[in-house]
């Protein structure tokens, strides 16, 4: 949004596939320009598919709103350039492999010497110091190490995984979060920034750890809690919905909107429940394969109690709050043309936090944002001419 909170702050991306870029997007959403230096072959993510009219769309979903600039970071010019860059930047962003930012001649310390009020953010795999800081990863290997993967699935399940890298996009989201915070600090000061993924994904489970610390390895338990229930997916006569119960009241209005009022003299507190959860569950799986899932939501709803449908991603879309809330939206490209996307989960001023302009092209930017730090004419198509740069 362009009048949004964070306009008039420069936030510059060093950024490769999700974690870096998803955290500058929710930047560029609230407003800030952010300025993205990619490589002359582009941020990996540019190859993965799906594609449309061959630009990627898996890039597109972590880089809208932003200004690409492809430069060859060795050549004099480009180093000129990003310590131009750097010097009027509020914030750095990176997720590059361990060093990298050093070996470019812009790590912490450079960073610091050039601008002494710079936020510089680092999301890393686990963590910018410590016996595993030179070590890299990607999502899956996080969630593996995180305890993740050992707590999905059901009880006889091979180790499962959940479905989207969410190591990633809770990164993103902490390593925004902590810029916003020092942005906001008066006077504003020199900031080091670090995230890791693997952290991440600990500290989102926390629920969870909590049975560890009590008592050991949790059991997985598939889609139903370990701390309540009935709180889980049910199977109704035509398809599947899910039940969350969190109080005794509930529970009470339950059984009595099923007409089981021996289920509540049976299991009046959340502690009996839990101990016989296996006969209880059965006895509610019974009852509901008698009804569709509609005709449940529709009496569960009415008597006030959390209950909801198991939608496909194209029906959550389609559903009338998404749509509400502008979930799906669309981009003219300049290449792809009409391009559909995930919306921000973000509101304010009751309207979607969301950049305008459409993810860019690998260079898109580039001869602007030269120009802008003094590098001439002559010189910006030189670069272009040595292959030192792209524009398309």
């Given at each position: ?67 690409s600039v492809a430069i ?161 997916v049910f199977e109704a ?82 559903d009338p709050q998404a ?70």
């Amino acid at each position: 949004m362009s009048d949004g909170p964070l306009r008039g702050t420069v936030v510059l991306e060093f950024g490769n596939l999700v974690a870096a870029p998803y955290a500058t997007m929710l930047l560029a959403d609230l407003g800030a320009r952010v300025i993205k230096i990619e490589p002359l072959g582009g941020d990996l993510s540019r190859g993965f598919g799906p594609f449309q009219e061959g630009e990627s769309l898996f890039f597109m979903a972590a880089n809208r709103g932003k200004e690409s600039v492809a430069i060859d970071t060795k050549d004099w010019r480009s180093k000129r350039l990003l310590d131009s860059l750097v010097r009027k930047a509020d914030a750095v962003v990176n997720n590059l492999r361990h060093g990298a930012m050093e070996r470019m001649g812009l790590g912490p310390d450079r960073c610091r010497e050039l601008n002494p009020n710079l936020i510089y953010a680092t999301v890393s795999a686990f963590g910018s110091t410590g016996p595993y800081a030179g070590r890299a990863g990607v999502d899956v290997i996080f969630q593996g190490e995180s305890g993740m993967i050992s707590i999905t699935g059901g009880p006889d399940d091979p180790p499962q995984k959940t479905a989207t890298t969410i190591g990633d996009y809770v990164a993103g989201t902490n390593a925004a979060l902590a810029v916003v915070a020092a942005l906001a600090e008066k006077p504003r000061r020199w900031r080091r920034i670090d995230v890791s993924l693997r952290d991440g994904l600990m500290a989102v489970q926390a629920g969870w750890n909590t049975l560890a610390f009590a008592d050991g390895q949790p059991e997985r338990t598939g889609t139903a809690s370990p701390f309540l229930a009935p709180n889980q997916v049910f199977e109704a006569s035509d398809g599947h919905f899910t039940l969350a119960i969190v109080s005794d009241r509930h529970f009470a209005i339950l059984c009595d909107t099923l007409d089981r009022l021996d289920l509540a003299e049976r299991y009046p507190t959340n502690e009996e429940r839990m101990a016989d959860r296996d006969h209880l569950v059965a006895e509610l799986a019974r009852v509901f394969q008698g009804g569709t899932v509609e005709h449940w939501l529709e009496t569960l709803h009415g008597a006030g109690l959390p209950a909801g449908r198991v939608l496909t991603i194209p029906e959550a879309f389609a559903d009338p709050q998404a749509v509400h809330n502008q979930m799906a939206v669309e981009y003219e490209h300049p290449v792809a043309g009409t391009v559909k996307g995930t919306g921000s989960p973000i509101q304010v001023d009751l309207s979607p936090a969301r950049a305008a302009d459409a993810p860019p092209l690998l260079g898109q930017h580039t001869r602007q944002v030269l120009r802008e730090a003094g590098i001439d004419e002559g010189s910006i198509e030189k670069m272009i001419e040595e292959g030192k740069a792209v524009s398309p």
